[in-house]
């Protein structure tokens, strides 16, 4: 399937849209590399490591929780991840740490984010039109609202479903037909929009909701 932007997706005959959030309606990877420079400044004091030193046990644990504990809304656990790693090094006190770098890591995380501006004019256009919007996210529902607060969307977003309420991520349909039944929109009338080919786009055709991957208009 080709990525399409946001001004090329059809409106007429929409009655739901369902739609991620990151690296959907913003660049995650720029605002969270921003933050984990920041989680390693913070941690130099105990862990003296270059930043790519650092960056490879962080994906490293990234892999293990996931290999660990599947599907599931604490795979996404940032301080379980952070308290891995410092375990992994064997520093003192690691939960202390956890705790520690998660905060940093989302303080940082949400003062690095910017809403795509297609995105932005995509969802004025759903709301112009009352066309519900439903957030279908894999992370917790928490954490995700702060986001969407700081990226001014809340005006736009009707309804979230996060993988703390179903309690599995996409492409499980559970994600999807939680989404439809808040809309209350059938997958025929409904669209998915997301960035992730295999959770967003094939998770929701599976159920008959027409999906499309985007990019962002560089």
Request: net charge negative; charged share 25%; aromatic share 10%.
């Given at each position: 399937m080709k990525k399409i932007i946001f001004p090329q997706i059809p409106l007429e005959n929409v009655k739901g849209v369902l739609i991620d959030l990151d690296d959907t309606l913003?660049?995650?990877?720029?605002?969270n590399l921003y933050a984990l420079h920041k989680?390693?400044?913070?941690?130099?004091?105990?862990?003296?490591?270059?930043?790519?030193?650092?960056y490879r046990l962080y994906k490293q644990q990234w892999t293990r929780?996931?290999?660990?504990?599947?599907?599931?809304?604490?795979?996404h656990c940032r301080y379980t991840m952070f308290q891995r790693l410092m375990?992994?090094?064997?520093?003192?006190?690691?939960y202390l740490w956890g705790q520690k770098l998660e905060k940093t890591y989302f303080k940082y995380l949400l003062k690095g984010i910017k809403p795509d501006p297609h995105a932005v004019a995509f969802l004025k256009s759903c709301k112009h039109r009352r066309i519900p919007v439903c957030l279908v996210t894999d992370l917790f529902a928490g954490i995700q609202v702060q986001k969407l607060n700081r990226l001014k969307l809340t005006r736009y977003i009707d309804y979230?479903?996060?993988?703390?309420?179903?309690?599995?991520?996409k492409?499980?349909?559970g994600m999807f037909l939680r989404a439809l039944e808040k809309i209350k929109v059938a997958p025929k009338d409904a669209v998915m929009i997301?960035?992730?080919?295999?959770?967003?786009i094939q998770g929701a055709q599976a159920l008959g909701i027409r999906a499309y991957q985007v990019t962002f208009d560089k």
């Open positions: 913003y660049s995650f990877e720029d605002a989680v390693h400044n913070r941690v130099q004091s105990v862990l003296p490591l270059s930043f790519d030193d650092f929780l996931f290999a660990d504990l599947g599907t599931v809304p604490s795979a375990e992994s090094q064997h520093i003192e006190k690691p979230v479903v996060a993988n703390d309420e179903v309690g599995i991520d492409p499980h349909a997301g960035d992730n080919f295999e959770k967003d």
